[in-house]
């Protein structure tokens, strides 16, 4: 395990002090009642602790974070506003600045952007956990210039994902998902390694579905990927769909639905065809391997769950953990929505902030911004 991360504990009392948190607002909005508006305030309740704890110690918290990727210019529709308007209902003593992202120096690292934010501050709390995978200014270069610290919801996620993979209760069941086998093979490989059966729905089954030579239609499929597929396969504890259910090639599917209704497929899926969601007898193993593990990690849905047609296969496996007495962890954006959506977040042991953030440390064991923060420990 990496070294433990500087903690504000340290810090003592904060009165007249100044502190500047990195935060990782980065949330859903839409426009309700005519105003753009947070529909899902996860990230932000996630940093309450950390500003009633600074607060109570009489500091000054100013917060910054990204939001969506306006790529270094002003760009109204990525303003923070919505999310001001959010965080002055949960938190009206924090000051929330303008998107990062606004200026071209937060992505590109810049150390006198970095330098800029900081200016005038003493200490430095990186609170964001689901942005700690991108070396940008925000994240990298405040812990060279000021003492700073992991915020305490930062600091928790991390301890949880990593113990996770360090000691888990056994059966130690995977859950991954998701459209794309090319941004998933990494921590398969880590996952087949680590845990006794690896689970595998979404898009990027129908790869290891051709890798055991089985036709796959028009579904999601990239041929330059099924020999890695094929190896893991022979791991042998890697469970894949045996079927699903889908359109015909060409039929419009997502989030608005469509006048289709699905068709079944068995193990093979018929030229002409695509898959979109696995299938009722593959629902019943899945559920009956997560229904005696001990230790579940989920990431990535089963299928295209924001289509009411395609979201059986996501919603059983999502309550098939939730009834589950296993420790489950769940990350990665879409798996969190789909929890939402079906209601079942408290049912979990811990949810995740971070989408790419949590696959990249369960992958590599650490993060560029959680370096930086071990780093800066002589800094005064
Ligand atoms: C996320 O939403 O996953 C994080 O906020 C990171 O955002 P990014 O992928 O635009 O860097
Ligand atoms: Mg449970």
């Not at 949330?27 to 009633?52: C, I, K, M, N, Q």
């Not at 308007?85 to 998107?99: G, H, I, K, T, Y």
């Not at 991390?158 to 086998?181: D, H, I, M, Q």
């Not at 079942?344 to 560029?368: I, M």
Request: glycine share 12%.
């Amino acid at each position: 395990m990496p070294a433990p991360l500087p903690s504000i504990d340290a810090w003592g009392d904060l009165s007249g002090k100044r502190v500047f948190v990195r935060v990782d607002f980065n949330a859903p909005v839409a426009e309700v009642d005519g105003v753009l508006s947070v529909t899902d305030d996860f990230r932000l309740r996630a940093a309450l602790p950390l500003f009633s704890t600074l607060l109570d110690r009489g500091a000054t918290v100013v917060a910054a974070t990204h939001f969506g990727r306006p790529e270094g210019r002003v760009d109204e529709r990525y303003s923070v506003a919505p999310l001001r308007r959010a965080l002055s209902e949960l938190a009206p003593e924090v000051e929330l600045l303008e998107n990062l992202r606004f200026h071209p120096g937060e992505e590109s690292n810049d150390p006198e952007f970095g330098a800029s934010l900081v200016k005038g501050f003493d200490y430095y709390v990186n609170e964001a956990f689901g942005a700690s995978h991108r070396a940008h200014a925000s994240i990298m270069i405040p812990p060279t210039l000021v003492p700073s610290a992991a915020g305490s919801n930062l600091s928790r996620e991390v301890a949880t994902l990593l113990a996770l993979l360090e000691s888990p209760e056994r059966p130690f069941v995977a859950v991954t998902g998701g459209a794309k086998v090319k941004d998933k093979l990494g921590i398969m490989k880590v996952l087949a390694a680590k845990a006794d059966l690896v689970i595998v729905g979404g898009g990027m089954a129908y790869t290891f579905a051709a890798a055991e030579g089985r036709s796959v239609g028009g579904s999601l499929f990239d041929p330059s990927f099924v020999e890695p597929c094929a190896a893991l396969l022979e791991g042998g504890n890697i469970l894949i769909p045996v079927d699903a259910r889908g359109l015909a090639n060409g039929s419009s599917f997502g989030p608005e639905g469509g006048s289709e209704p699905a068709i079944s497929f068995g193990e093979h899926i018929p030229d002409g065809f695509m898959g979109l969601d696995i299938g009722p007898d593959t629902v019943e193993i899945f559920a009956a391997a997560l229904a005696s593990a001990r230790t579940i990690l989920w990431n990535g849905p089963m299928g295209v769950f924001e289509d009411p047609r395609f979201g059986d296969g996501t919603e059983a496996v999502a309550r098939a953990i939730a009834a589950s007495s296993a420790v489950s962890v769940v990350g990665g954006g879409d798996s969190v929505s789909a929890l939402g959506l079906y209601g079942l977040e408290s049912d979990v042991s811990f949810v995740s902030t971070g989408g790419g953030a949590s696959l990249e440390l369960v992958e590599l064991g650490d993060l560029p911004g959680l370096r930086a923060l071990r780093e800066s420990a002589g800094v005064k």
